[in-house]
């Protein structure tokens, strides 16, 4: 039998890159997330956001394996075999971590190593999945460190010596050198001056379309979210209240909570 | 022709639950098809909720019920029920949106915001560039605001970059908000022209024009939605 595979089709992957089932965080009594479910496909970008406090940043750590949770599972569909990232021993998914994906925290002191010079930042993680010429590594990180608007002459540098804006972009050529398939980004423009943001904000939307990257960012700036993501979840008191296309979402919000939200910005 | 929107009993009612749960009722039992080709002008006074129904078959607003059958990819698709990529993937390749405003983002060049939809659909770089300039040139943009974001640009500049966007490469669907609100009278023939040439190159069009003169020479059909008015 011959399939026939109408053009509208062909476009779409088969399978989810990641599946995240019933996911719950308790913190004693109180709720941090609770039973978050969604699929993300290859090459989409969905936003998490929610005043402080919702519960955002909680589930991000549950899904980019950083804290265990207490119920739930996460299915990763990025290498050979779909793997249930709590289900595999601490080292296989501290591996992961490493080479399939990618965090980019909120405040770069913690996803950077201070001491150590920009282009050892870059280099370290293409060091980390097994690269071992020296002139190579050192190539690439200066042709990251470009891409994310850091002059070549600073690759000697420390990040200290850097502003925050640069700071943030290092981070970004760091996570991204290693070519993961998904990044998790928490607030990724988050404490940074407006003008610094916008530039930021353009570098990530450039970037994440031209490597067809799969993501995850966290913020609570609506204008953030508009630009960068595809889908939204909103979140209130650690449960998900809506969820949709992006601009469905913020323009014909249904839920009480997110109509007060997207009521309670300027144009966003 | 082909049936390219066919729309099944929707309705939309706001229901805003931040003032006392108010209701407001927009139409009720909307049906109505268009065939690739044709040019359909939603009439009814300001209020009646045109630009609502236009952003419903777009996918941005959800309908309270109904059906909204866009034809993609050869298949009609319910763009109401379709997953959020499969709503991406219909508007990247089928279906495109023409508001009055543009949508800018920091730093991106005004001609490569209006190559952007050639390059999605696979067109190269050159090619893509040499369309994008004709239809700037078109439009009657200097050329010394090409290569600059629309950032500063006046409200008919602005609104002429999103026309060159909108019509370098015309989709199957096109709904169009309005789109020569801020233009003069030159501009204005060109934005007819570039609907004449979309609908004979197969396009559907839904539109909303103000300009009584725009709608005469755009329209071969008229949908009057305050027929639709919840009672």
């Known amino acids: ?12 992957e088969p399978a989810p890159l990641l599946s995240v089932a019933g996911i719950s965080r308790f913190y004693g009594e109180r709720i941090g997330c609770a039973e978050v479910s969604f699929d993300l496909w290859p090459g989409e970008v969905l936003g998490i956001v929610g005043e402080s406090g919702s519960g955002k940043s909680t589930l991000l ?5 950083i804290d265990k949770p207490d119920a739930g599972e996460v299915l990763f569909r990025g290498g050979p075999a779909p793997l249930d990232i709590y289900s595999v021993p601490e080292q296989e998914r501290r591996r992961l971590m490493r080479t399939a994906w990618g965090i980019v925290h909120q405040n770069p002191r913690d996803g950077l190593r201070m001491d150590v010079s920009a282009g050892g ?3 370290e993680r293409l060091m980390d999945r097994g690269d071992r010429h020296y002139g190579q590594i050192r190539e690439r990180a200066l042709d990251w460190l470009q891409r994310v608007e850091i002059a070549g002459a600073r690759i000697d540098d420390r990040p200290r010596q850097f502003s925050g804006g640069m700071q943030q972009r290092l981070q970004i050529a760091r996570v991204l050198v290693s070519e993961p398939r998904l990044v998790f980004m928490d607030e990724p423009t988050g404490g940074l001056d407006v003008s610094v943001q916008a530039r930021l904000l353009d570098l990530l939307r450039v970037l994440v379309r031209d490597l067809g990257l799969a993501a995850v960012i966290v913020t609570h700036d609506l204008a953030v979210a508009r630009l960068l993501t595809d ?21 014909d919000p249904h839920h009480a909570y997110t109509q007060l939200l997207t009521s309670a910005v300027l144009g966003a | 022709m082909p049936t390219m929107i066919q729309v099944e009993n929707v309705a939309k009612t706001f229901t805003l639950h931040n003032q006392g749960g108010a209701r407001l009722p927009v139409f009720d039992d909307v049906n109505f098809s268009v065939e690739a080709g044709e040019a359909l002008v939603l009439a009814g006074a300001s209020g009646a909720g045109k630009s609502s129904l236009l952003r419903i078959l777009y996918g941005n607003y959800r309908p309270t019920a109904g059906k909204i059958h866009i034809t993609h990819g050869g298949r009609p698709i319910d763009i109401v029920a379709a997953v959020p990529r499969t709503v991406l993937d219909i508007r990247r390749r089928t279906l495109g949106f ?9 730093r991106v060049s005004t001609l490569d915001i209006v190559r952007d939809p050639l390059l999605a659909r696979g067109a190269s770089a050159e090619v893509a560039a040499e369309r994008a300039k004709a239809m700037l040139a078109r439009l009657n943009l200097p050329e010394r605001l090409w290569g600059l974001a629309p950032a500063t640009f006046s409200g008919g500049e602005q609104q002429r970059v999103n026309i060159a966007r909108s019509f370098v490469e015309p989709s199957a669907v096109m709904l169009i908000d309005e789109p020569t609100a801020s233009l003069d009278a030159a501009n204005r023939d060109v934005v007819v022209e570039l609907i004449a040439e979309a609908r004979a190159g197969g396009s559907a069009i839904v539109g909303i024009f103000h300009d009584e003169a725009v ?13 639709f008015r919840k009672a």
């Open chain 1, 61 to 65: 750590r549950c899904l980019a394996g």
């Open chain 2, 98 to 106: 023409v508001s009055q405003f543009l949508r800018v983002i920091p």
């Open chain 1, 121 to 123: 930042n870059v280099g």
């Open chain 1, 1 to 12: 039998m011959t399939l026939h595979v109408a053009p509208g089709e062909l476009a779409l």
């Open chain 2, 215 to 227: 709608r005469e020479r755009v329209a071969t059909r008229y949908l009057d939605i305050t027929a």
């Open chain 1, 231 to 251: 889908r939204l979840m909103v979140m209130k008191d650690g449960r998900v209240v809506e969820h949709g296309l992006t601009d469905q979402v913020l323009d």
